[in-house]
């Protein structure tokens, strides 16, 4: 990857968010980034999936916990040479898996149903929203390529990684670089 700009793209899946936010810690080094690469599509910019011809380096934050973010995982490792887990979500699962020990038809039925300030709820049902599962970590979906862990990972961690892969190396994460907040 070296010597090149290269495309990148990112997206979230069942988490908070916060490792998009860590990215952005990078601060003024961000002005470094985009003169090395193209951003294509992240919730930073926008929210379109990567161009069907693909994209360098794809990072996915979160886990996967519904048939929506299960065709995103899919998409973006078909359309990534480099697919990163970022964050403990995508990496072990993290705290969206705690819906597990509950199972999917109590969390429904607690969330739309059973909450104090529901009057009259349903579940609701519709083809157009996704079919809930059991919350997992992206690698048991789809291939990864770089894990970097943390809750978020720290903003210096996500900068290594990425400026590895730019001079061409898969970066090495031990050390400062696996030390969580």
Not at 2 to 7: H, M, N, R, S
Not at 11 to 17: H, K, P, T, V
Not at 168 to 174: A, D, H, V, Y
């Given at each position: 990857m070296?010597?090149?700009?290269?495309?990148v793209?990112s997206?979230?899946?069942?988490?908070?968010?916060g490792?998009?936010?860590?990215?952005?810690?990078?601060d003024e080094?961000i002005?470094?980034?985009v003169?090395?690469?193209?951003?294509?599509?992240?919730?930073?910019t926008?929210l379109k999936?990567p161009?069907?011809e693909?994209?360098?380096v794809?990072?996915?934050?979160?886990g996967v916990n519904?048939?929506?973010?299960e065709?995103?995982?899919k998409?973006?490792?078909?359309?990534?040479k480099?697919l990163i887990?970022l964050?403990?979500?995508?990496?072990?699962?993290?705290?969206?898996t705690?819906?597990n020990?509950c199972?999917i038809?109590?969390?429904?039925q607690?969330?739309?149903?059973?909450?104090?300030s529901?009057?009259?709820?349903q579940?609701?049902?519709h083809?157009?929203i996704a079919?809930?599962q059991?919350?997992?970590?992206?690698?048991?979906?789809?291939?990864?390529?770089?894990?970097l862990?943390g809750?978020?990972?720290?903003a210096?961690?996500?900068w290594?990684?990425?400026t590895?892969?730019?001079a061409?190396?898969?970066?090495?994460?031990?050390g400062?670089?696996l030390?969580?907040?």
């Open positions: 070296a010597d090149q700009k290269v495309t793209a997206d979230w899946l069942a988490g908070c968010a490792c998009h936010m860590s990215l952005l810690d990078i080094r002005v470094d980034l003169q090395l690469v193209t951003l294509t599509s992240t919730p930073v926008d999936h161009a069907k693909g994209v360098t794809g990072i996915l934050e979160g519904n048939s929506t973010t065709s995103v995982a998409m973006f490792r078909e359309r990534s480099v887990a964050g403990d979500c995508a990496v072990f699962g993290g705290v969206p705690m819906r020990a199972g038809k109590e969390a429904l607690r969330a739309y149903v059973e909450t104090e529901t009057v009259d709820g579940v609701p049902h083809e157009d079919v809930m059991d919350c997992r970590a992206i690698d048991q979906v789809v291939p990864i390529d770089v894990y862990p809750c978020p990972p720290s210096d961690a996500i290594y990684v990425l590895e892969l730019l061409g190396r898969m970066p090495e994460l031990k400062k670089y030390d969580w907040h």
